[in-house]
């Protein structure tokens, strides 16, 4: 299975997010065949969808932490 990622995802992420979606997704798409997965970034959330289709597999949201918090 090959991974595509949207260019608004951080190189240092893309690695953990491979490995959530290698354990999710079993297969190639049950719509059209393809072994293609293709990662968005919509906002807060995730989509892993397939490369040829379309169609959604999973969506993730993702835990934002305050910048604010951090640097206090």
Known sequence: M???FDP???AE???DIKKIVEEQVQG????CG???????LMGNTL???C???GESFFELELEVEDQEQQTA
């Open 51 to 53: 490369y040829d289709c």
């Open 47 to 49: 989509d892993v969808k």
């Open 8 to 10: 608004d995802i951080p």
């Open 13 to 15: 992420f893309q690695e």
């Open 34 to 40: 393809c072994d293609e997965i293709y990662v968005s």
């Open 2 to 4: 090959k991974i595509f």
């Open 28 to 31: 190639p798409c049950p719509s």
